[in-house]
């Protein structure tokens, strides 16, 4: 303090920077949840700290709620940018793969939200639904400070909300499976892909099992959606990985589940996240296009 008791410029730096770095991690997974895009999420993290560190800490009530209110004024914005850039995307567009730590699957929730397959559901909802989605399901804001982050009232809020929840929960995965379930199919699916083992693919894929591959137009990759058991387990046996014996797969957790890094000669090559329901792959989400691999290179801490 200075010689009147009056805090100091530098001792406020100091705090809002102690009160960001406690609260980033979280901050990165609002983002993170809300654009499906980490490299998006951390631009939004630097306009975020820039904005926090105008404000005076002193007249901040709740500095949580504060900080997830400017984050997800921030995200929207880009949210809606991104919109207009995806219509424009070669072939269809996954969200960027995370490598998350082993303790992220413990907690289920938070697993399941950075999920591939419930990213790509939120990617149904409007922006204003997944913002409010995001804060009132993960991370059990009030509907009050809600209301601030995007502008609405309370009661528009709430309705919100139980429109963005029906819509998740009609498209959500329909059975919960356990870390050790998802690891045992995870395990089963790359024995079967790296034999070719035709059967056994069938065996573990779903009926109506979706392969979706995204190379950004920069890497060859499906354009359009595989549908059905047959047609990706005869994909993934005799054309995805037998073409090339220098591919390699790695077991690895990707956001919050079970995945797989893909190796060619030794470089990563692409990342393989899969959607569980009653112990059968129902999703397979192939991510190729380079520009969206460079966060399973390490671990990114999420958290709520």
């Known amino acids: 303090m200075g010689e009147r008791g009056e805090e100091t410029t530098a001792e406020r730096v100091d705090r809002a920077t102690e009160a960001f770095v406690t609260h980033r991690n979280l901050l990165f997974t609002v983002a993170y949840e809300m654009l499906g895009s980490a490299t998006d999420a951390e631009d939004v993290l630097q306009e975020t700290w820039l904005?926090?560190?105008?404000?005076?800490?002193?007249?901040?009530?709740?500095?949580?709620?504060?900080?997830?209110?400017?984050?997800?004024?921030?995200?929207?914005?880009?949210?809606?940018?991104?919109?207009?850039?995806?219509?424009?995307?070669?072939?269809?567009?996954?969200?960027e793969p995370l490598l998350t730590a082993p303790d992220v699957a413990e907690d289920v929730e938070l697993a399941e939200s950075v999920s591939m397959a419930m990213l790509l559901v939120l990617e149904t909802l409007t922006p204003?639904?997944?913002?409010?989605?995001?804060?009132?399901?993960?991370?059990?804001?009030?509907?009050?400070?809600?209301?601030?982050?995007?502008?609405?009232?309370?009661?528009a809020v709430r309705q919100i909300a139980r429109r963005a929840r029906a819509h998740?929960?009609?498209?959500?995965?329909?059975?919960?499976?356990?870390?050790?379930?998802?690891?045992?199919?995870?395990?089963?699916f790359q024995r079967a892909v790296e034999t070719g083992d035709l059967q056994r693919l069938l065996?573990?894929?779903?009926?109506?099992?979706?392969?979706?591959?995204?190379?950004?137009?920069?890497?060859?990759?499906?354009?359009?959606?595989?549908?059905?058991?047959?047609?990706?387990?005869?994909?993934?046996?005799?054309?995805?990985?037998?073409?090339?014996?220098?591919?390699?797969l790695e077991p690895v957790q990707v956001n919050g589940s079970p995945g797989l890094l893909v190796r060619l000669d030794g470089e990563l090559?692409?990342?393989?996240?899969?959607?569980?329901?009653?112990?059968?792959?129902?999703?397979?989400?192939?991510v190729r296009n380079p520009e969206k691999l460079s966060y399973v290179d390490r671990e990114t801490p999420v958290s709520r």
Not at 203 to 231: F, K, T, W
Request: proline residues 5%.
């Open 128 to 155: 204003t639904e997944r913002a409010v989605f995001v804060l009132r399901e993960v991370f059990d804001l009030d509907y009050d400070d809600i209301a601030e982050a995007v502008d609405k009232n309370p009661a």
């Open 168 to 188: 998740v929960a009609a498209r959500r995965p329909r059975g919960t499976v356990s870390p050790a379930e998802t690891r045992a199919v995870i395990q089963a």
């Open 51 to 95: 904005r926090w560190a105008g404000v005076d800490p002193g007249g901040v009530r709740e500095e949580r709620a504060y900080l997830v209110r400017i984050v997800t004024r921030l995200a929207l914005d880009r949210l809606r940018a991104l919109g207009r850039r995806k219509e424009s995307y070669v072939g269809p567009w996954l969200p």
């Open 269 to 286: 090559h692409g990342v393989l996240a899969l959607r569980i329901d009653h112990g059968r792959v129902s999703g397979l989400y192939h």
């Open 203 to 248: 065996d573990i894929l779903a009926p109506d099992v979706v392969a979706l591959s995204d190379g950004g137009g920069v890497r060859r990759a499906m354009l359009r959606p595989i549908l059905g058991a047959d047609r990706v387990a005869r994909l993934l046996a005799t054309g995805w990985y037998r073409r090339d014996a220098a591919r390699s």
